[in-house]
């Protein structure tokens, strides 16, 4: 096999990146930032977009629909890893991520110019889902480009340190995302923005586009892909290689399950449930909730420089095991934290005034409802879906068959009546109105007072969430590269990556909030990342081999 070719101008050992490794490292890093700006617009604006496209059905099931069309973005970007890693994996890693993002740049652009559902209709809707598939087919293809790119420039022993740098394009681009929103926020009035300035952010996106375009196309075909194309060893089949054969098979199962699965979850706790938790459990304001959450993501994203640095010292795997285990230990006492600090009223309320909802469990329903068509009548349901929209934490207990629903709000019980109200309100409205009356009565905030939120500790329980970010996701490019052949490690790495990310990291939202929901609990949605982050941590531990003396050039 043709040796490895030595940089001329670099001494060997050198620890400096050299101006063209440098070069390729910016200009990765700049495209894929542009990048996750483009994707997460949507998910930092899903309460406005859900107001502007789904209308057309009642709020709690909009809102989750929304939630919905942000996480189908997720769902395709498996597909996206296998049609661009094959690509990839067969003419080349500049080429192949060149077109994922003008792919990306467009659809975003469009949903800024897109009609809304008062204008067109149920078309705008499933328009904008259209777009947001193109947009995950589009990431898909774009990390494992990137990734692979940057590692197979980067000389051995400081794989982790470059492509660590690959590890905070998606931080610094949900941070740009969420600074061009409050700057927006800041020049306009609330009904504006939620009118049509909610749009400028996606519009911006072409003058990144053409950025990203032009940066791209300087760049040279990674040099371990080029010899290997030089010699004609290029994968005629990568897929069938990559997934058809047990040998390589099973080292994407194990980076899934034993790596990406448990990163994925931490990855999206840290950076996307905690902005939720504040704005839709806690009532923080939103504008205040982006800058607590941009706060922690400056603050934190160097250690991803740090974490991939020094895994190329003690190895990937115990940072990353680390990362997933204080996780799993940890997550129940700073979300109980960061309401204590966020929402104190929130938390005395709970103590003081507990809430009981008493009802037939028959009556019951998982009310998750992404098309909005069913209607939640029962005295069961008109209850938990009044406390569940006032941010009110209850427990369930079961009463006898056929009895109407009680809600005991401390010492106050209000029970569901059967008349219409005095002023010809139905039973179920009349119910609702007593019950938030009473809600308030018992010290229940209608929303996060401002004054009470602690800035400093909250910033630090986010700052601390993000450091475990940075913990499971610093070094989960270098060590996924090290684990796959070139000849397939386009395809390889980038399946289990977006299977990870896609479906167990971006589903977290919606599960989350439909668990809180069935349950009445604000911190049982908790459960399914510290699950899946054990599992993966197990599974890890057993059998995922350290990979940093790896050489990556040893076999095509």
Not at 61 to 87: D, N, Q, S, Y
Not at 327 to 341: E, V
Not at 431 to 438: E, I, P
Request: net charge neutral; proline share 5%; hydrophobic share 50%.
């Amino acid at each position: 096999m043709t040796a490895v070719t030595v940089d001329p101008t670099k001494t060997p050992g050198s620890t400096t990146m050299t101006k063209e490794e440098r070069r390729v490292i910016f200009a990765s890093s700049l495209g894929t930032v542009f990048e996750w700006y483009d994707f997460y617009l949507y998910g930092s604006l899903s309460a406005v977009i859900a107001a502007q496209f789904f209308s057309g059905v009642n709020p709690t099931a909009a809102f989750i629909f929304a939630l919905l069309a942000f996480a189908a973005g997720f769902a395709v970007r498996p597909f996206g890893a296998l049609v661009f890693g094959r690509l990839g994996d067969m003419i080349g890693r500049k080429y192949t991520f060149l077109v994922t993002i003008l792919i990306m740049g467009a659809s975003t652009f469009v949903v800024g110019i897109l009609p809304n559902y008062a204008a067109i209709g149920m078309a705008a809707p499933v328009i904008l889902i259209v777009l947001r598939l193109l947009q995950g087919l589009a990431l898909g293809g774009e990390y494992g480009g990137a990734a692979t790119y940057v590692a197979e420039h980067a000389p051995d022993h400081r794989r982790g340190a470059y492509t660590a740098w690959i590890q905070t394009t998606a931080t610094l681009g949900l941070f740009m995302s969420l600074l061009i929103i409050l700057g927006c926020r800041a020049v306009m009035s609330a009904d504006d923005f939620n009118s049509w300035g909610w749009r400028i952010p996606f519009l911006v996106s072409i003058l990144l586009l053409a950025i990203s375009v032009w940066i791209r196309l300087k760049l040279n075909e990674s040099p371990a892909f080029r010899r290997m194309q030089e010699e004609g060893k290029t994968s005629k089949a990568p897929l069938t290689e990559a997934f058809g054969r047990w040998k390589n098979l099973k080292v994407v199962l194990l980076a899934l399950f034993g790596l990406v699965a448990g990163q994925a979850v931490v990855w999206y706790t840290g950076q996307f449930y905690s902005l939720f938790f504040l704005t839709q459990t806690l009532k923080v304001e939103a504008q205040t909730a982006n800058l607590l959450i941009a706060a922690s993501l400056l603050l934190a994203t160097p250690f991803f420089v740090v974490f991939g640095t020094l895994s190329d010292r003690i190895g990937r795997k115990p940072i990353i095991m680390a990362g997933l285990l204080l996780a799993c230990l940890t997550y129940f006492p700073i979300f109980k934290g960061i309401t204590h600090y966020a929402n104190p009223a929130l938390e005395h309320a709970v103590a003081s005034a507990p809430v009981t909802v008493i009802a037939d469990p028959s009556e019951c329903s998982f009310q998750f409802n992404p098309v909005g068509t069913s209607k939640f009548t029962t005295s069961c349901d008109v209850a938990k879906s009044a406390l569940v929209k006032a941010g009110v934490p209850y427990e369930n207990e079961t009463a006898p068959a056929g009895t109407p629903a009680v809600v005991k709000i401390g010492a106050t019980s209000i029970a569901f009546g059967s008349e219409a109200g005095a002023d010809g309100a139905t039973p179920a409205q009349a119910f609702t109105t007593s019950l938030t009356d009473a809600i308030t009565a018992a010290g229940y905030p209608a929303k996060a007072d401002p004054e009470q939120i602690n800035i400093v500790m909250v910033t630090l329980l986010l700052f601390v969430l993000v450091l475990y970010v940075t913990m499971v996701y610093g070094p989960i490019a270098a060590i996924l590269v090290e684990m796959f052949p070139t000849r397939i490690r386009y395809s390889s790495m980038s399946l289990p990556y977006h299977i990870g990310n896609g479906w167990f990291g971006g589903f977290l939202p919606t599960t989350a909030f439909a668990m809180v929901a069935a349950t009445g609990d604000i911190y049982y949605g908790l459960w399914y990342p510290i699950i899946v982050a054990a599992a993966t941590l197990v599974i890890g531990m057993l059998f995922v081999r350290e990979t940093k003396d790896n050489d990556i050039h040893a076999d095509y």
